[in-house]
């Protein structure tokens, strides 16, 4: 793909990129073919992609893999592709953030910026060999933030947690169409097993999402507002705020939750 043929395809179909959508089209087939080649990708492979679009990346992982699947939210753009592809994929029409993904080894997507955040949160409730995508360079440097800096989040935790996280390379936003107002970057994700273990996960992720949401005030001031402890209950690190402690603190108050709730 390039700019012309973009321009062409968006004439054709009568598809109007869409903010709201994160409707940014790829235009550099050479990034998509470095992208595609991070995912070593083998011919058994079941490979799953978000938002398509005009399908830069899907001509290439139809070459590499016996088995495609593409969720398409946009019916003008899912009406291409289905046209496009016909068997050579499986076509899923509908909102990401609301299907189930069907069982997959490789993920590799360009997602639309809007949803970019929910989608990583929900890719890490399941189990696969490896993630390939393309996301804002910002929240791309989330995602691996070191403790204690302003990037430093919840999901820099529950990556952690899930999987290891790199940024394989930045992306001007002058490889896409429309052009976008930042940088992107492509990231790996690898499964891995949890690097410590916690009592429940449940309370472990409830922990991490609320203090967060205070990242500001003093742990304990945050859990107790939220409800997770009484103003008498003794916990680790009360004194600290969130952005300070490492993941595997977080789990040590996690614990220490867990069993204040459960009388344990």
């Known amino acids: 793909m390039n700019t012309s043929n973009i321009s062409n395809l968006i004439k054709k179909t009568g598809i109007i990129p869409q903010k709201r959508k994160g409707q940014n089209f790829l235009i550099d087939e050479r990034i998509a073919q470095r992208q595609v080649s991070f995912a070593d990708i083998e011919k058994a492979d079941r490979v799953l992609e978000i938002g ?73 409730e399941y189990q696969f060999k490896k993630a390939i995508i393309m996301v804002q360079k910002e929240l791309a440097e989330r995602m691996i933030a070191s403790v204690g800096t302003p990037a430093y989040s919840r999901l820099t935790v529950n990556i952690f947690y899930r999987a290891r996280c790199r940024i394989l390379e930045n992306v001007t936003a002058s490889k896409f169409r429309p052009c976008p107002k930042v940088d992107s970057a492509l990231v790996e994700i690898i499964c891995r097993p949890a690097p410590f273990q916690v009592l429940n996960e449940a309370t472990f992720f409830n922990v991490i999402k609320t203090a967060f949401n205070y990242r500001r005030k003093k742990i304990r001031t945050s859990l107790k507002e939220s409800g997770l402890i009484s103003k008498e209950d003794s916990i680790p690190f009360a004194e600290e705020r969130i952005e300070n402690l490492s993941p595997k603190e977080i789990g040590q108050l996690a614990d220490s939750v867990f069993m204040l709730r459960n009388k344990l």
């Open 52 to 124: 398509p679009g005009f399908g830069t990346l899907t001509d290439i992982l139809v070459e590499k893999s016996d088995s495609v699947t593409c969720i398409e939210l946009d019916n003008t753009l899912a009406d291409y592709i289905e046209t496009k592809y016909h068997s050579r994929i499986t076509l899923i029409r509908g909102d990401a953030l609301k299907i189930k993904f069907p069982e997959f080894d490789k993920f590799v997507s360009n997602i639309p910026y809007s949803i970019s955040t929910p989608i990583i949160f929900k890719l890490l």
